[in-house]
C-alpha cells in the first residue's frame, strides 16, 4: 500500500491487516528474542497499555498544560535518584529512550564547559572502547570528538588510559553500569576520583542496569558501586523500558544537581509561535509513555521488582553454567547482571556458525565483534526455554564442529569478515550502501543470503584483503 487509500478502510478491517503482518517478526511471545523486548507477560501488557491509553492523548510538552504528566514525570525522577543514591538536590527529566538519555548529556556537558571558558575550544570526550553506540552517535551529531579507551583483560575500561586522554578540551568522561556487549561495570570508583581531580563531569550509562542493578544488591548481592554513591558521578541515565519493564519510550536522565541540569535546557524567547523552554530533546512528548513508567514503578514496587531480578538472576546463572559446560564455549569476563556474551575458546568451533545454527532454529541471535561472541540479555521469561536454548547450543556446536565448511559460508563468513577486516572503510561504504537501499524509494530489504549487497561484499572485499595482505608479506 504505497498512497493513502482514495476512501478510508473499516477499522475492523484495518486492524485484521495490521494483525497480519507479523508473521515474520521475531518471536519474542515463546522467548526466543535475546534483545528489543522486555516482554513480561500478557497481563502486565494489558496493564501498560491501559495506563498508556489513559494518558493517551496528553503531551507533556507544556508542563503547566496537563500538571498530571508533570506530577508524575516529577515523581519518575525522584523515585529513580532514591533507587540510584541520588540525594534531595538530584534533579532529571524523563526521555523517549536510552539513546535520549546518552544524546543529552554529551550538549549539556559542551555547554557546561563553554560556559566555563572564554576562548572557542574543540570539545572532546573520552568513553570505553564498550560503550554504547549512541554515545558514538552524540559525538557525531554534536560535533565532540569522542577517544575510545581500550578496555583491560576484564572487559572494564583502562583507567589509566583515560587519564592519559584527559586534557583541557574534555568536557565529559562516561563509563557503563554495565556495559551493553560484555555485561560488565567499569570502575566508577576510581573513574569518579579522576573526575574529581580534574574538575570534569562524569555521566554512568546504566541504561540497561539502573532498574536491574539496585535490586540485585537489595537482594543481597554485591554490586559494585555505581550510582550517585560514588564521588564524583554527576549524571546517570537508566532506561524505565528495558528492565523497568514499562512501555516503550521511556527513560530517566538525572543529574546531581542542578548547576548541571541547567545547561540542558533549551529557552527561546523572541519565536513568533511564543517564548519557548524545553527540558530535553523532543516538542511533543507522549503522555502515555510517562502515565505507563509511573505505572510500572508502583505495580511493581521495591519488592516486585526484587523478585523480578531474582527470577532474572537465576536464569542467568542457569544459562552461564550451561553454556560453560559445554566443550568450546565460555563466557566472557564475569558480568555484573543479566547481560553477557559467550565465545569459542575452540578453533574447530566457529561461534558465528553457531550463531547461525541457532538462527535456523528460530533464535534471535545477536553477535558481537573483537572479540566475537554471541549475546544474551536474560528476561524473567527465559527460565521457560533456558533448557531448550541449552540443548540448542549443544547441538549447534556438535554440527558446527562436524561440518568445518559451515564457518566459511553463508551468515557466518559473512560476519566473521565484517569483525575481522582492518579496513574499516570498506564494510562502512558497504553498510551505508545497504542503508541507501532500506530507506530509498524501493525499501529492499537486505537479507545476507539473497541480497546482492552480502555476497557482493564477500566477492569485492576478500580479494582486496588478500592483495593487501600479500603486499605485507612482501
Ligand atoms: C539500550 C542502551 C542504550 C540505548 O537505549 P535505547 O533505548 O535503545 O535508545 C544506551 N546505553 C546502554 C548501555 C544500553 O543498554
Same mark, same amino acid.
Given at each position: 500500500m504505497n498512497r493513502i487509500p482514495e476512501q478510508g478502510i473499516e477499522r475492523s478491517k484495518v486492524l485484521e491487516m495490521l494483525r497480519s503482518f507479523n508473521s515474520d517478526d521475531a518471536n519474542y511471545h515463546d522467548s526466543k528474542t535475546w534483545s528489543l523486548v522486555y516482554y513480561l507477560s500478557e497481563d502486565h501488557t494489558n496493564f501498560l497499555k491501559e495506563a498508556y491509553g489513559m494518558y /493517551?492523548?496528553?503531551?507533556?510538552?507544556?508542563?503547566? #498544560?496537563?500538571?498530571?504528566?508533570k506530577r508524575m514525570e516529577s515523581e519518575i525522577v525522584k523515585m529513580s535518584a532514591g533507587l540510584l543514591g541520588g540525594d534531595d538536590k538530584t534533579v532529571g527529566v524523563m526521555t523517549?529512550?536510552?539513546?535520549?538519555?546518552?544524546?543529552?548529556?554529551?550538549v549539556t556537558y559542551r555547554e557546561l564547559a563553554k560556559s566555563k571558558r572564554r576562548l572557542p575550544f574543540r570539545p572532546e570526550m573520552i568513553a570505553p572502547r564498550s560503550i554504547h553506540v549512541a554515545w558514538s552517535k552524540a559525538a557525531k551529531y554534536f560535533g565532540v570528538k569522542i577517544h575510545y579507551v581500550p578496555l583491560c583483560a576484564d572487559? @572494564?575500561?583502562d583507567v589509566n588510559a583515560v587519564r592519559k586522554l584527559i586534557n583541557r578540551n574534555t568536557i565529559?568522561?562516561?563509563?557503563? #553500569?554495565p556495559s551493553y556487549p560484555h555485561g560488565v561495570i567499569d570502575p566508577v570508583t576510581e573513574l569518579g576520583r579522576l573526575a574529581i581531580e580534574h574538575d570534569i563531569p562524569l555521566h554512568v550509562d546504566s541504561c540497561v542496569g539502573g532498574f536491574l542493578l539496585?535490586?540485585?544488591?537489595?537482594?543481597?548481592?554485591?554490586?559494585?558501586?555505581?550510582?550517585f554513591r560514588v564521588p564524583g558521578v554527576t549524571s546517570i541515565s537508566a532506561d524505565i523500558h528495558k528492565y523497568g519493564f514499562s512501555a516503550k519510550g521511556a527513560s530517566v536522565l538525572l543529574y546531581k544537581n542542578m548547576d548541571y541540569l541547567k545547561?540542558?535546557? /533549551?529557552?527561546k524567547t523572541d519565536w513568533p509561535g511564543g517564548v519557548f523552554a524545553s527540558p530535553a530533546m523532543l516538542g511533543t512528548r507522549p503522555g502515555g509513555a510517562i502515565a505507563a513508567a509511573w505505572a510500572a514503578m508502583n505495580v511493581f514496587g521495591i519488592n516486585g521488582y526484587k523478585e523480578i531480578a531474582a527470577a532474572i538472576m537465576e536464569t542467568t546463572e542457569k544459562l552461564k553454567k550451561g553454556i560453560e559446560e559445554i566443550p568450546g564455549l565460555k563466557v566472557l569476563g564475569k558480568p555484573a547482571m543479566s547481560v553477557f556474551a559467550y565465545t569459542s575458546t575452540d578453533r574447530a568451533v566457529d561461534i558465528f556458525a553457531v550463531g547461525d545454527q541457532l538462527e535456523a532454529k528460530g533464535w534471535l541471535v545477536d553477535r558481537l565483534q573483537n572479540p566475537n561472541a554471541l549475546h544474551c540479555m536474560v528476561i524473567p521469561r527465559h527460565a521457560m526455554i533456558a533448557d531448550d536454548y541449552l540443548k540448542d547450543i549443544r547441538e549447534a556446536v556438535k554440527?558446527? @564442529?562436524s561440518n568445518p565448511d559451515l564457518a566459511v559460508k553463508g551468515n557466518a563468513a559473512m560476519y566473521g569478515m565484517i569483525a575481522n577486516v582492518p579496513f574499516r572503510g570498506l564494510i562502512q561504504n558497504e553498510v551505508m550502501k545497504m542503508m541507501e537501499n532500506l530507506?530509498?524509494?524501493?525499501?529492499?530489504?537486505?537479507?545476507?543470503?539473497?541480497?546482492?549487497t552480502g555476497p557482493k561484499l564477500l566477492d569485492r572485499a576478500l580479494p582486496v584483503v588478500l592483495k593487501i595482505l600479500r603486499r605485507f608479506k612482501k
Open positions: /493517551f492523548s496528553e503531551n507533556a510538552l507544556n508542563p503547566m #498544560a496537563f500538571k498530571s504528566l523517549s529512550g536510552g539513546t535520549e538519555s546518552c544524546l543529552l548529556p554529551v572487559n @572494564r575500561v565529559m568522561i562516561v563509563c557503563s #553500569a539496585p535490586f540485585i544488591e537489595k537482594n543481597g548481592f554485591n554490586v559494585d558501586p555505581f550510582d545547561h540542558q535546557f /533549551f529557552v554440527t558446527v @564442529r530507506y530509498g524509494p524501493d525499501c529492499k530489504m537486505p537479507s545476507l543470503e539473497t541480497d546482492p
